[in-house]
């Protein structure tokens, strides 16, 4: 792991607009990591399984979902994607309009959906729920990822940029994730015995 550190405290944007952040590094041969931390107005960080959910895959509790239990029932989850690593995660409270993005009633991880005798499908958890859900709750599947982020090579020769689009649902690097109100970078140096940022910008 290399040298990290923040470039910046707390910064606010409007994520309903297009950024551009450019960066100058001087340094020996290595990569540098310029990673956005995202956070919402109450400026809790967002993480990649707060804003990206399947769509098809919102459903309903069937009576509730207790705190400290491994399992519960939904109606119906016949259209959510193959449990793996990075698709294990629940969203609760949530809605069919996205509003409730990023959505902070997180729990995981998911260990198996299966579907009963009466129709209805059992999902089971790995780990206790950590809070308690009435009946009818809508939870929508919802994935992992890294935080937003871009690797350089060192040394630079010139600045290097990246187009921030206005956000939309999910995550990734082209754009802001739906509810980001401020933001913090950081640099990340891996293989360099000496590299520094000698100028920034996000405008």
């Not at 809790?44 to 069937?62: E, F, K, M, P, W």
């Not at 260990?111 to 005798?117: D, E, F, I, L, M």
Request: net charge neutral; hydrophobic share 40%.
């Amino acid at each position: 792991m290399g040298k990290q550190q923040n470039l910046s405290e707390m910064i606010p944007v409007d994520a309903s607009k297009a950024y551009d952040l450019v960066l100058l590094a001087k340094g020996d041969a290595g990569t540098m990591t310029v990673t956005v931390l995202q956070f919402d107005a109450k400026k809790r960080r967002i993480g990649a399984y707060h804003v990206s959910g399947n769509a098809d895959s919102l459903t309903q509790t069937v009576g509730p979902a207790i705190r400290g239990a491994k399992s519960f029932i939904v109606k119906d989850a016949s259209g959510w994607m193959p449990v793996t690593n990075g698709r294990n995660i629940l969203a609760f409270n949530a809605k069919d309009d996205h509003s409730d993005i990023p959505n902070f009633a997180i729990d995981y991880y998911v260990k198996s959906v299966t579907q009963q005798a009466d129709g209805t499908w059992k999902i089971e958890m790995s780990d206790k729920l950590r809070n308690s859900y009435p009946d009818a709750t809508f939870v929508r599947q919802h994935f992992d990822g890294a935080h937003m982020s871009w690797r350089f090579k060192l040394p630079m020769t010139a600045p290097h940029g990246h187009h921030i689009a206005p956000a939309e649902l999910g995550h990734g690097n082209l754009h802001w994730w739906m509810g980001t109100a401020f933001v913090q970078v950081q640099v990340r140096v891996d293989g360099a015995t000496s590299a520094s940022v000698i100028e920034w910008c996000l405008k």
